[in-house]
């Protein structure tokens, strides 16, 4: 399955989906990591009573790759990152 394929496809599972939304953009980013069997992943931390993400991204080529999966999402009107969707938490493991 390619990446454009898969974004349709998922797309298509989420009822509503909305691009703007960002819990959709997550849950679509570790969809994506699950399916292309990447070593990025997402870890929820509590702090200060707040559940907040953080993605750990394995190399530069993920990070660009889950970076196109949004602007897919978007059909390419978005200059959106996974900085923007996990608001600056971002672990870079490279």
Known sequence: MNLEDFIKEYKGSIKNFNPSNIEH???M?????DSFNLKSFEEVED???EDRSFLYVHSMAEENL?????QLS???NSELTIEDVYQG???RQY
């Open 66 to 70: 889950l970076t196109k999966m949004i």
């Open 47 to 49: 702090i200060e009573g």
């Open 89 to 91: 938490r971002i672990i």
């Open 29 to 33: 980013i570790t969809s994506g990591v």
């Open 25 to 27: 953009l997550r849950s």
């Open 74 to 76: 978007f059909d390419h």
